[in-house]
């Protein structure tokens, strides 16, 4: 897709992305945000995106993925706030029930990560907790593209079915 024929693609999206946004945040400001980290990710690779490919169910799913992403930005950087900004918003303070089963999760993950090989943990880790792409990855370890990709997913396939089988205990 051309630059051209994504802003034409852009502004169609724009009403989908915001009203995604608000109906998720109640904002019209927090669905700016989503609106403008949508389109960036869509931008990013709008060089591999077909035109025949349905545009607004893409647009919508990476929507809701950054709602998702936002929200878990907020509540960490909440929790690392300060009880005040934790007050303004007390939709945000999970119950102990939650809590539970986050540190529950957490502790799943960590063991079930801990079980991979080391090249496993290391390549999961740069793509799960770091955040890098394929290509950041390639780039930094030195190993292939195609074989980034495929440990990646292994490892991750490995780490669901830990996760699995430890909570279904």
Known sequence: MDKTTFEQTA????????????????????????????????????????EGRNMEALAARVARNCCVDMQRRYHIETVRGGEEVLEDNPALIPSPHEELEQREGAEALDKAVGQLQRRERQLFEMRQQEGLSTEEIARQTGIPRASVQSMVAMARKKVFNEMKRRMNR
């Open 11 to 50: 502004a169609r999206l724009r009403p989908l992305i915001l009203r995604i946004g608000r109906d998720f945040f109640g904002s019209t400001d927090d669905a700016e945000d989503v609106a403008q980290e949508t389109l960036l990710h869509l931008w990013q690779y709008c060089q591999q995106l077909d």
